[in-house]
C-alpha cells in the first residue's frame, strides 16, 4: 500500500496580505497528479488544513475542488484538524463523506477507532489523532489529571495501542499534530505552547509502523518510521529557499518498506534582496526575483521616498519592506526619558528623524515652529 504523508495546508493564508489561494490550490493540486502518477492509495493530511478556525467560501472552495482530484486519481483521503482548524467545523458532515472516500478524524473521542484500508496483505489501520489541546482533552478523554501536550497524546496513543493489539497482522500509521522533540520549529507556526511545555517525546508514538506528524513546516525526518512532510508551501520569509515535499511511504506484508520525498515546485518563489534602493531598482542580478514574492531590505543612510511603490514597479509581487539603514537604529530609552525637558518643536524634530533617517532641515524646522504656534493660538482662543 502507498501513502502520500502531507500536513500544514493552511488554506486560506496570506503573506503579508497577499492571497495565496491560487498558489495553495496549485500545488496541492499537483500532488493529484503524483497520486495517478505512482498509484498512491491513500491521501493523508496531518493536520492544520485551514488557516483559521472559520475558513472563507473561498477556501473551502479550494479544498472541495483539491479533495475532488485525490478522489478522481483513486486514493482515498484521510485528514485531521490541527490546532489552526476547528475540529467541530473541519468534521461537519465527515459520516457522508466516509462514502465519497474523505475520512476526517476530528472526534477525540473516536481517536482509537481507524481508518480500515485493505490490500494483498490485509488490512492497514490508519489512526487519525485531532490536535489535542489539553485544557479540552483532559475532559473529552477522561484525563482530568493531564495538563501537558505530553500527557494526552500518551494517553491517546495508549488507546491506539491497545486496539491495534486486537488487530493482530494489521499494519498501522498515525496522524498526530503536535511539536516533537528532536523537530526544528520555522518562524510561520503558531506556538502550541502550554504552561511552558509544547514538546512530546518521541517516545510516544512507538508502535505504530509509520508516523505522519504534522504542525512544523520544514520537512524533516526524526527516525525512518516517524517524520514532518512540512507545509506545501513557505508561509514567511524565513522559509524562502527551503525546499517542500510531501513523502511518499510504501507498506508490505511487514510494514513500513520504504519511504521517499516527493518535491513539491513552488508556484511562486520567495526571495529577501537586500541593500540599497538605487541598487534593487537597477541591479540586473535581480532580474529572477520580478516574479518572486519580495522582502525588501533597505539598507540606505535615509528613508528613502516611496520605496514600496518604486519596488513594485520592478518587482509586482513585493510583499513585504523594512529599513535597516543607518537612522533605523531603535533607541533604548523609555519615552518618559526621551521627551524629558524637551520642547514641542524638539519632540517634533525628532519625530522627522526618525521616519526619514535624517534631521529636518532648518527650512522644516521653521515650517514646524509655525505650524506649533498655530496651533498653540488656536488653543488659547477655544
Not at 502507498?2 to 503579508?16: A, N, P, Q
Not at 500527557?151 to 488507546?159: C, E, I, Q
Not at 506556538?191 to 505522519?212: E, Q, T
Not at 539603514?325 to 519625530?351: I, N, P
Request: with cysteine; glycine share 10%; charged share 25%.
Amino acid at each position: 500500500m502507498r501513502l502520500l504523508h502531507t500536513s500544514d495546508w493552511h488554506i486560506g493564508r496570506s503573506l503579508h496580505g497577499t492571497d495565496l489561494l491560487a498558489e495553495q490550490e496549485a500545488v496541492l493540486g499537483s500532488l493529484a497528479e503524483v497520486v495517478s502518477a505512482e498509484q498512491v492509495d491513500v491521501v493523508v493530511v496531518a493536520g492544520d488544513v485551514y488557516d483559521r478556525a472559520v475558513p472563507s467560501a473561498d477556501a473551502t472552495g479550494v479544498l472541495d475542488r483539491v479533495v475532488g482530484r485525490f478522489l478522481s486519481a483513486g486514493a482515498a483521503v484521510v485528514m485531521t484538524p490541527g490546532n489552526h482548524d476547528s475540529a467541530r467545523r473541519l468534521g461537519t458532515f465527515s459520516g457522508l463523506l466516509r462514502a465519497a472516500g474523505l475520512h476526517v478524524r476530528a472526534a477525540a473521542r473516536a481517536l482509537d477507532e481507524p481508518v480500515l484500508l485493505s490490500d494483498e496483505h490485509g488490512d492497514v489501520a490508519v489512526y487519525g489523532l485531532p490536535y489535542l489541546e489539553p485544557e479540552v482533552a483532559r475532559h473529552e478523554l477522561g484525563l482530568p489529571d493531564a495538563r501537558s501536550h505530553e500527557a494526552v497524546l500518551a494517553a491517546a496513543m495508549d488507546r491506539v495501542r491497545a486496539d491495534l493489539f486486537l488487530r493482530p497482522g494489521a499494519r498501522s500509521v498515525v496522524l498526530a499534530h503536535a511539536f516533537v522533540g528532536g523537530g526544528v520549529a520555522s518562524d510561520s507556526e503558531r506556538d502550541i505552547c502550554v504552561g511552558g511545555v509544547d514538546l512530546v517525546p518521541s517516545a510516544v508514538f512507538d508502535g505504530p509502523d509509520y508516523v505522519a506528524l504534522g504542525h512544523l513546516h520544514r520537512p524533516q525526518v526524526l527516525s525512518p518510521r516517524m517524520r514532518y512532510s512540512g507545509s506545501p508551501l513557505a508561509y514567511s520569509f524565513g522559509e524562502a529557499g527551503q525546499d517542500k515535499l510531501a513523502w511518499l511511504v510504501e507498506l508490505d506484508a511487514d510494514g513500513l518498506a520504504g519511504v521517499r520525498a516527493v518535491p513539491l515546485a513552488a508556484p511562486r518563489q520567495l526571495s529577501v534582496l537586500t541593500g540599497d534602493l538605487a541598487d534593487l531598482l537597477a541591479d540586473p542580478a535581480h532580474t529572477p526575483a520580478e516574479a518572486h514574492f519580495v522582502s525588501a531590505r533597505l539598507t540606505d543612510a535615509a528613508r528613502p521616498v516611496d520605496p514600496m511603490r518604486r519596488l513594485q514597479a520592478r518587482f509586482p509581487h513585493c510583499v513585504h519592506l523594512e529599513w535597516t539603514g543607518a537612522g533605523a537604529t531603535a533607541d533604548g530609552r523609555s519615552y518618559q526619558d526621551r521627551m524629558r525637558g524637551r520642547s514641542d518643536l524638539d519632540v517634533a524634530g525628532e519625530f522627522v528623524s526618525h521616519v526619514r533617517g535624517v534631521a529636518a532641515t532648518a527650512a522644516e524646522r521653521e515650517l514646524l515652529g509655525r505650524a506649533l504656534g498655530a496651533e498653540d493660538r488656536a488653543e488659547a482662543l477655544r
